[in-house]
């Protein structure tokens, strides 16, 4: 765009000078034509001009509205992808199967307390002379539902595959798995938005330079993700300015 602008300028600045020149040289019966050609070169080339500027600043207005409704659904799938995990300790794949987890699991709350006990081993090694070891104690106090937990009386979660804004019908991309490091198998999971389906509708130049830009005040590439499936992640790729929730 700021090539277009420059050009632009460019040429009006040129164009008012060759008004100029036209104006002082050009025999007088030949200066009206000349001049209005001119001039309305000049109006065009300047309504070119206020456009690319005016066309992104509308387009980022735009995008920035779109992003905020997306990264939000991202929330909430990871907010139901985390509490899978703390129940079953896998992440789910399926938007399906984690919508029916959401209606139907519950967390369990628990409390931990230290206890004293006598440590049988020890005090068999010291000759019957009582010895004692420190345990914790889990006392399971109750159970609730992951559904009132994590969104209430909302029924959001039920769509929230559902892509908010953009081409219509889209819907996330959901993966889980396990990632190995260590000689440990870790439970991992991504959902993602490809920006080309979020901007669906919008000028296709501007798309293909927002999938191309890298800036840590931007979504970097060309999706907005949660999560990772190439590593232990479950951040999203937004700055802080699109979410207070990372």
């Not at 020149?21 to 300047?46: E, H, M, Q, R, T």
């Not at 889990?138 to 769509?159: E, M, N, P």
């Not at 996330?172 to 439970?187: C, D, H, S, T, Y």
Request: proline share 2%.
């Amino acid at each position: 765009m700021l090539t277009i602008i420059i050009a632009a300028v460019a040429v009006i600045l040129l164009t008012i000078g060759i008004v100029w020149i036209i104006d002082k040289f050009v025999p007088k019966k030949f200066k009206s034509a000349i001049l209005l050609v001119l001039w309305v070169i000049i109006g065009y080339l300047g309504y070119i001009t206020f456009m690319s500027v005016y066309g992104e600043i509308e387009f980022n207005k735009l995008k920035e509205a779109r992003y905020k409704l997306v990264i939000d659904k991202l929330i909430d799938i990871r907010d139901a992808e985390l509490a899978h995990r703390t129940v079953t300790g896998q992440f789910q794949g399926n938007f399906d199967n984690l919508v029916k987890f959401i209606d139907t699991a519950s967390f369990t709350i628990t409390q931990h307390r230290d206890s004293t006990v006598v440590d049988e081993e020890a005090t068999k090694r010291f000759g019957g002379v009582e010895m004692t070891k420190e345990i914790v104690i889990i006392d399971t106090l109750g159970f609730v539902s992951v559904k009132d937990s994590l969104f209430g009386a909302d029924s959001r979660y039920k769509t929230m595959m559902n892509l908010p804004i953009g081409k219509a019908g889209a819907k996330f991309e959901l993966k889980a798995g396990v990632l190995e490091q260590n000689g440990m198998n870790i439970p991992v999971f991504e959902a993602k938005a490809l920006k080309s389906l979020i901007l669906d509708g919008q000028d296709i130049n501007y798309i293909k330079k927002e999938n191309q830009v890298v800036s840590v005040e931007a979504v970097n590439g060309d999706a907005i993700t949660v999560g990772s499936m190439e590593e232990v992640n479950t951040n999203g790729n937004w700055p802080k300015t699109y979410s207070n929730e990372q």
